[in-house]
């Protein structure tokens, strides 16, 4: 299996991204996050392990695509596991993508991510993408368990910022935990020097829906409504009906563009509403 893919397989008509690629040196990934999709297709999603002669494939493969291309960094499988500290593959990779004249979009929850400062801050075609789901720590540390923490990562996009555009995946909105403090979340990561929101809805998969009726028990009934009977189902996935992840993306929006934020919605259907590319990749 080659190392860089063509970025959404699947072909989903709701997805609005530009053409570009996936690239991962880890398969798996360590974050725990119980609403991940990926875990339903990944085998032993949870025990992240590195890509076998990973360096020496990528320096032949990244020959066979075009110079100026979008590589991201990485879509299914965070690119800073804790064996990152160890064997550093992706802090190599970005420094084969630079040489190489490749456009990079890293997509992170982890601090490590600062250890290659010295290295990102030189890069010339960069955008960095962290995700924040929650700045409430007790949630987060039951929502994504292993990652770093709602305070690390504005600490990441603030230290970033200085440097490279930085925007915030704001998602995935789970109605009703985390989306009464929509508002509040978007000013704070205004102030890190992030540029753009991106958001999204969850995604019921049968497995992740398992782990957050198991942790979040006190949410079944409503989402066994909102989902099983009322949501609407698309490539395997179980969406919110269209109204309520509508009114859901349009708070998202109205508030970005209040604290002056570029906006747009992923997957969802809303592409009139964004402002710019759904993937940051608009500031290339």
């Known amino acids: 299996m080659d190392l860089i893919t063509a970025f959404d397989p699947w072909e989903n008509s709701l ?28 085998r032993n999603f949870r025990c992240p392990r590195e890509k076998k002669d990973f360096l020496s494939r990528l320096a032949k493969e990244v020959k066979k695509i075009p110079s100026d291309s979008i590589v991201a960094m990485a879509n299914s499988c965070d690119p800073y596991p804790p064996l990152e500290k160890k064997l550093r593959l992706t802090r190599e990779a970005l420094k084969v993508l630079n040489n190489n004249d490749i456009k990079v979009n890293i997509i992170t929850k982890s601090s490590l991510i600062l250890e ?38 504005l600490k990441i996009m603030e230290k970033l910022s200085k440097y490279a555009p930085t925007v915030a995946r704001f998602d ?4 009703p935990l985390n989306t009464s403090k929509i508002k509040e979340i978007i000013k704070k990561i205004k102030l890190t020097g ?11 998969r049968p497995d992740n829906y398992k782990r957050m009726v198991l942790v979040f028990g006190e949410y079944e009934k409503i989402w066994n409504k909102l989902y099983l009977r009322e949501g ?21 929006h109205q508030a970005a563009l209040k604290e002056g934020l570029e906006f747009s919605s992923c997957r969802e259907g809303f592409e009139s509403l964004n402002t710019l590319a759904c993937d940051g990749s608009s500031f290339f």
């Open 116 to 153: 290659d400062l010295d290295i990102l801050k030189d890069l010339k075609k960069i955008v960095i993408s962290v995700s924040v789901t929650t700045l409430d720590e007790k949630l987060a540390a039951k929502l994504e368990p292993y990652a770093s923490s709602p305070q690390e990562r």
């Open 232 to 252: 609407e189902r698309a490539k395997g996935y179980i969406y919110l009906a269209k109204e309520l992840r509508k009114k859901l993306i349009q708070e998202v």
């Open 172 to 175: 995935p909105l789970i109605y």
């Open 15 to 42: 997805c609005t991204c530009p053409p570009k690629y996936s690239l991962s040196a880890y398969t798996g990934c360590a974050c725990g996050c119980l609403y991940c999709y990926a875990s339903s297709y990944i």
């Open 194 to 204: 992030a540029r753009q929101i991106i958001t999204s809805t969850y995604k019921v």
